[in-house]
């Protein structure tokens, strides 16, 4: 089969080298590949130049939204996929894609599932939004001024008034105005402006973590190590011996993804 045989919502860009994570940046020059290998930040280099508003990696496969697109990781570089300008993409049942009001997923082109303006991220079936978060139907599911949602090992939602965990209904975590929050279902972390936290495996209970650099906290990513990026261009890994970081230099970062 050959790769044109292959759908845009199957693509992979199987990035991993042996001995070396690679992670994909979505920054206002374009979209950036890092190589990093346990906690030691290599080579990076810009791979896709356009204006990246968000990244996502899912099983090998890399997708981003940009200002003029939705472009998929291919092993030779980026493919277009015909959605237009995009804010958020994910993967969930294939490739999905919000921008302009509509949210969408990819059978042999763009169906629109819903309409849902200001999307600000995708997780799994939770789309976070200006006025909250909704299912890919559509259906608004509570909350408020939400900047991002993660689903793995339980949803956890920031928000401009704190970081909520649904149970009985969304609540409360921590308070404050969060901006970011990932997890692998079992690592978590959540940021603010000014502040990275991080949820103890033990206990479950969320505690402020010193970074090097004071720098506002645009993504975090997992693989073999722990990953964090900020909105200047620093990029810093923690493989269970503290932070150690490097100043990449690309402007407006949006997040981080390991395929």
Same mark, same amino acid.
């Given at each position: 089969m050959s &790769?044109?045989?292959i759908?845009? !919502? ?5 990035? &991993?080298?042996?001995?070396?994570t ?7 020059a *374009? ?8 906690d ?6 810009l791979?896709?130049r356009?204006t990246?508003?968000?990244?996502v990696? &899912? ?13 998929v ?8 996929? *015909?959605? #237009? ?7 969930h ?7 302009e009001?509509?949210l969408?997923r990819?059978? +042999? *082109?763009?169906?629109?599932?819903? $309409?849902?303006? !200001?999307?600000? %991220?995708?997780d799994? +079936?939770?789309?976070?939004a ?6 890919? !139907?559509?259906? $608004?599911v509570?909350?408020?001024a939400v ?5 793995a090992g339980g ?5 401009a008034?704190?970081?909520?965990y ?6 409360? %975590?921590l ?10 279902g #079992? ?24 970074l090097?650099?004071e720098?506002a906290v645009?993504?975090v990513?997992?693989a ?7 909105e200047?261009?620093t990029?810093?890994?923690?493989a269970?011996?503290?932070?150690? $970081?490097?100043?990449? #230099?690309?402007p407006?970062? %949006?997040?981080? %993804?390991?395929?």
């Open positions: &790769d044109e045989d759908s845009l !919502d199957e693509k992979r860009v199987y990035a &991993d080298r042996e001995g070396a690679t992670a994909f940046l979505a920054t206002g *374009g979209v950036a590949r890092v190589e990093v290998s346990a030691i930040v290599g080579e990076f280099a791979r896709e356009c990246a508003r968000d990244v990696a &899912d099983d090998g496969r890399l997708a981003v939204a940009t200002t003029e697109d939705v472009l990781g291919t092993g030779e570089g980026f493919e277009a996929t *015909g959605f #237009g300008p995009a804010d958020a993409v994910g993967y049942n294939g490739l999905l894609a919000a921008g009001g509509r969408a990819y059978e +042999d *082109g763009w169906e629109t599932l819903a $309409h849902v303006g !200001d999307v600000r %991220a995708i799994g +079936d939770m789309v976070a200006a006025d909250g978060i909704y299912r890919l !139907d559509g259906t $608004h509570g909350l408020d900047d991002d949602v993660t689903t949803p956890l939602a920031a928000t008034t704190g970081l909520y649904l149970a009985n209904g969304w609540m409360t %975590a308070e404050g105005a969060f901006r970011v929050v990932d997890s692998d #079992g690592r978590a972390h959540a940021a603010t402006a000014d502040a990275l936290y991080e949820r103890e495996a033990v206990d479950g209970e969320w505690a402020e973590i010193e090097p650099v720098e645009a993504g990513a997992y073999d190590a722990t990953y964090v990026v900020t200047s261009g990029f810093l890994a923690n269970g011996d503290g932070w150690r $970081h490097r100043s990449l #230099g690309l407006a970062v %949006a997040g981080v %993804a390991v395929p």
